[in-house]
């Protein structure tokens, strides 16, 4: 399984980001694809989760209301729209995928993208 995360960049507060994660490698029926972030000096958290087959979304209390998770089936392709950007959204973004149900650790995910880096400015 390869994952490939893009979209980063620089945003004001207030601003809007869309990330990427293009999935190769198998077919996803049954897995879960997620977005977590590494804020500098903090460990791997949460972001959001996507069930591949029903597109079932899952959000961080942090995000929720702000980020809209997606996927395109026919694509294997998973995004993260992120709007009303705050500083504290700052960090690298991973995309990460399982072969089972929906979790908020990073450790139970076996398959990682790269990182893409969010900077939110003030």
């Known amino acids: 399984v390869q994952l490939q995360a893009s979209g980063g960049g620089l945003v004001q507060s207030g601003g809007s980001l869309s990330l990427s994660c293009a999935a190769s490698?198998?077919?996803?029926?049954?897995?879960?694809m997620s977005w977590f972030r590494r804020a500098p000096g903090k460990e791997r958290e949460f972001v959001s989760s996507?069930?591949?087959?029903?597109?079932?979304?899952v959000y961080a209390d942090s995000v929720k209301g702000r980020f809209i998770i997606s996927r395109d089936y026919a694509k294997n392709t998973m995004y993260l729209q992120m709007n009303s950007l705050k500083p504290e959204d700052t960090a690298v973004y991973f995309c990460?995928?399982?072969?089972?149900?929906?979790?908020?650790?990073?450790?139970?995910?076996?398959?990682w993208g790269q990182g893409t880096l969010v900077t939110v400015s003030s």
């Open positions: 990460a995928a399982r072969a089972a149900e929906i979790t908020y650790d990073p450790l139970t995910y076996n398959h």
């Open positions: 490698g198998r077919t996803f029926t049954n897995w879960v």
């Open positions: 996507i069930t591949w087959n029903r597109g079932r979304p």
